[in-house]
């Protein structure tokens, strides 16, 4: 605030010493080339019915020496008060975001593309490779019980392999792991996907196969 302040007490001190010189005498209004009855004005705020800030607009002269140069509104039309002006909206006036208009072609198309790679991660089958835990294999009581990992199978792996194995991007929190996958063998993952994408026939959510084998 105390910045603005300050912008606005140097527009204040340049109005004050050229007011005499600059706004007052008709003649003085025809020298500049500018018509006596219509004076040339940046605007420094936003005014309903007149423009935005930064805005030239031309108003009554009369107007403007008793109701827009008091207030600061709005300084002359001349180049040290249009740099002034740029100068400031340039430091003080947030950036006006562009309005982006939704492209439904885009949106279509993206919506094929989640879909697509929804329909491969579902008819693919992941493969991992992982180390056994030996302590354990070699204390089975037989060869039918399960091999167990020397470490749990972690979202971050799963996401990693599906990158490189099937060009596909996918976030940890796409996955859901009610158990942890310790032990070699088949597991189906539930797949935690937008609504947007619709299922296959028949099917209540999306999953992803993965063989968990040894080296």
Known sequence: MAHIQQGRNALQQIVKESSDRVLHHPILYACQG????????????KIDKLGNAGETVKVAPGYFRNHLMPKLLAVPN???YAHLI???????QPV??????????????????YEKAARRLENARLVLRR???????????????????????????????????LSINIEP??????????????????LR?????????????WTLNIKVRGK
């Not at 500018?34 to 705020?45: A, H, K, N, P, S």
């Not at 996907?193 to 959510?205: A, D, M, N, T, Y």
């Open 78 to 80: 001349i180049e040290k």
């Open 193 to 205: 996907l937008p609504k947007s994408i619709p299922l296959s026939e028949g099917k209540v959510r």
């Open 96 to 113: 006006e975001e562009e309005e982006v208009k939704a492209d439904k072609k885009t949106e279509d198309g993206e919506a094929k593309e």
């Open 86 to 92: 740029r100068e400031q909206r340039k430091i003080y």
């Open 131 to 165: 180390l056994p835990d030996i302590a354990k294999l070699r204390s089975r009581a037989s060869k039918d019980d399960p091999i167990h990992l020397r470490s749990p199978v972690t979202k971050e792996e799963i996401v990693t392999e599906v990158a490189r194995q």
């Open 34 to 45: 500018v018509r006596y009855r219509r004076l040339e004005v940046i605007l420094t705020t």
């Open 173 to 190: 929190e796409n996955l859901y792991l009610p158990t942890q996958m310790s032990t070699f063998g088949e597991y189906e993952v539930p």
